[in-house]
């Protein structure tokens, strides 16, 4: 039988069938295996140690993820240049989903789609070296055409804190055709409504722009797509919550949400002491799906255990698991 489209499994989940369950971090389970990030083996990993990779993206397999997230999150033209990378740029995006793909198909059977990410990140985490609108829609562009080419069922916009970044990142991403989640990061304003940004930013991207605002003036500039996905993501536990209603009360199409939990310790590292439980994430799950979300997973600091959790909940794993045998 052949594979659903992630176009038909997003129309299904918005007429009220099964949410979609996405996988958790990759960039902290990789700080857990002893790297760093913001480092050039963390930048050429994709193509220089593929099995600890594609072993991350089989855990989450295994534990019932349906939307898996390829590690090409730092991998823009715009951040391997100045690592002398950019000769690289294909062949690192290429590999992220191939690793991705074969790691999934190979550890379990049921539906699943790779998601090409597309992210702010920059070297040193500045964004302030962020390349200018006309330059960041194109590279945007080309990283989307190079990971749809690859495989990719759909490209994830993460990491958006301004409209100034997510109108470019946005315009170049649907270029390529495919489903684009916006990945909006999210924090709560004085009275409670959600706004852009959240606490570990710098002082340069806090802003009092509410989330609803961000999403009319993103719309304005570049209509979205009928399969445009609005995602509340790397948002703190108790502020993601807030997000969706705010998402759902703007946005009439599907909806995502993956929040982060713990936070980043210099040099390169991340608190997981800080981080929620399993149980606690599948109970704020269970609402975000009675509040009508359409895909939910986790981003930093949410692991395998976490995802495994969710997928007992939503009865997502173990019936069509391959065995770990012939895994990855």
């Known amino acids: 039988m052949a594979p659903v489209e992630f176009r038909e499994r997003l129309i299904e989940a918005r007429a009220g069938g ?24 963390w930048l050429r990993i994709n193509c220089a140690e593929p099995d600890v990779i594609g072993a991350i993206h089989a855990d989450y397999a295994r534990a019932g993820a ?23 740029f294909d062949a ?8 991705c793909r074969d790691a999934i198909d190979r550890a379990a059977a049921h539906d699943q789609w790779v998601a090409g990410s597309i992210s702010t990140f920059a070297p040193g985490h500045d964004r302030n070296k962020l390349p200018d609108a006309a330059t960041h829609e194109r590279n945007v562009a080309d990283q989307a055409a190079i990971l749809a080419d690859a495989g990719a069922d759909l490209i994830a916009l993460e990491m958006v804190f301004t409209v100034d970044q997510a109108i470019p990142m946005l315009k170049g991403a649907m270029k390529v055709g495919l489903p684009v989640s916006l990945g909006f990061v999210c ?21 009092s722009m509410t989330l609803a605002q961000a999403i009319d003036a993103t719309f304005d500039a570049c209509p979205p797509a009928n399969d445009t996905i609005v995602t509340a993501m790397h948002s703190d536990l108790d502020h993601s919550s807030p997000a969706l209603a705010a998402i759902t009360a703007s946005w009439g199409g599907a909806s995502a949400i993956y929040p982060n939990t713990g936070h980043y310790k210099d040099p390169g590292g991340w608190d997981f002491d800080a981080c ?13 799906v009675a509040d009508g979300a359409t895909i939910v997973g986790g981003c930093c600091g949410f692991g395998p255990d976490h995802i495994r959790a969710l997928g007992k909940r939503l009865d997502r794993h173990d019936a069509e698991q391959i065995p770990r045998g012939t895994s990855c």
Not at 92 to 99: D, H, K, Q
């Open 276 to 288: 929620c439980s399993p149980d606690a994430f599948v109970a704020a799950c269970g609402q975000w």
């Open 92 to 99: 690192l995006n290429r590999a992220a989903v191939a690793v």
């Open 66 to 88: 349906e939307v898996h997230i390829a590690n090409s999150f730092a991998t823009a033209r715009h951040v391997l240049d100045p690592f002398g990378l950019g000769r690289e």
């Open 187 to 207: 924090n709560r304003g004085d009275d409670g409504t959600p706004v852009l940004g959240n606490s570990g930013v710098a002082a340069i991207e806090k802003q």
């Open 18 to 41: 099964r949410t979609i369950m996405m996988d958790g971090a990759m960039g902290t389970e990789l700080v857990r295996k002893g790297l760093q990030f913001n480092t050039e083996d």
